[in-house]
């Protein structure tokens, strides 16, 4: 593939070609940094790792030139820290089993610039090549700038998709804000329980972040071994680990729905639930 960027990386770890690669995808992400779908895709991975028939790809869009460091890194330049992060993200390819790990090397500027079209039309082009089942996206309630953005630019791209190249299910997932506060009816809980070891894994090859000053490794653990705990107060727990997604398939089957009202959505209902709740027991 051509993209945008003449940086962009294309990766395929078992070295098949880039056609097949891209054309036994079933599920997909779509991130804005590297390490992100480690944090918020394991379920995806999981579903795909060692399966024949089902395959897991990854494109990060940004170059990841502007993240924390310290210990080690702490002298490193951004340039110097988008070619480990480069690398770390082939790296978690190769561990998870992926089909594709695409880089497309954009800087964080540039995807939140919505006049800046090649972010679109590169992920338009993934999306016609792979033709996923599933997609997951950043959550668009998360509290990072780039991550919105990159989750605005991939909503863009599936919405311009002819209706029957459009995904069955699209999630929007948990990194820079936790998504246990909607309520319980409409939180997609994805189960993460599946090789703990694969997990811990994919995460720790991020030694530029875990080691770097961001303790990614123990905070994920510690978040899906929670939500697993806190998902239910009246039950036990079904699964050791569990991610929270939000729906956002209803955002690509009707792209005449507005995003913010959706997304506003879900913080009007949980206050009505916080509302009715209080007034029931006052």
């Not at 033709?131 to 863009?156: E, F, G, M, Q, W």
């Not at 639930?273 to 209080?278: H, K, P, T």
């Amino acid at each position: 593939m051509k993209f945008t960027k003449p940086s962009a990386d294309v990766y395929i770890p078992d070295g098949t070609d880039e056609g097949t690669a891209l054309s036994r995808t079933t599920h997909l992400c779509v991130v804005a940094h590297q390490d992100d779908t480690e944090i918020m895709a394991y379920h995806g991975i999981a579903e795909c790792f060692g399966q024949p028939d089902k395959w897991f790809s990854n494109v990060t869009v940004t170059n990841g030139a502007g993240s924390p460091r310290s210990g080690i890194y702490g002298h490193y330049t951004d340039e110097e820290m988008q070619s480990v992060r480069r690398v770390e993200q082939r790296k978690a390819a190769v561990i998870g089993g992926y089909s594709v790990q695409i880089q497309l090397d954009y800087s964080s500027s540039a995807v939140k610039d919505p006049k800046q079209t090649g972010v679109c039309e590169d992920l338009l082009a993934v999306l016609r090549s792979t033709r996923p089942r599933v997609v997951y996206l950043h959550n668009l309630a998360d509290k990072h700038d780039t991550h919105i953005a990159v989750a605005l630019r991939a909503l863009s791209a599936l919405r311009s998709l002819e209706p029957e190249l459009r995904p069955a299910r699209v999630y929007g997932c948990e990194v820079c804000r936790y998504l246990d506060w909607p309520v319980a009816s409409e939180k997609q809980v994805l189960p993460v329980s599946a090789y703990p070891n694969l997990a811990a894994a994919l995460v720790g090859i991020f030694d530029s972040q875990v080691g770097g000053g961001k303790r990614y490794d123990l905070a994920i653990a510690g978040r899906r071994l929670a939500a697993a705990t806190f998902l239910e107060s009246h039950e036990t727990d079904k699964e050791t680990a569990v991610t929270i997604a939000m729906d956002l398939t209803p955002l690509v089957s009707d792209p005449s729905l507005d995003v913010a009202a959706y997304v506003t959505g879900f913080v009007d209902r949980l206050k009505k639930n916080v509302e009715d709740r209080l007034r029931k027991f006052s």
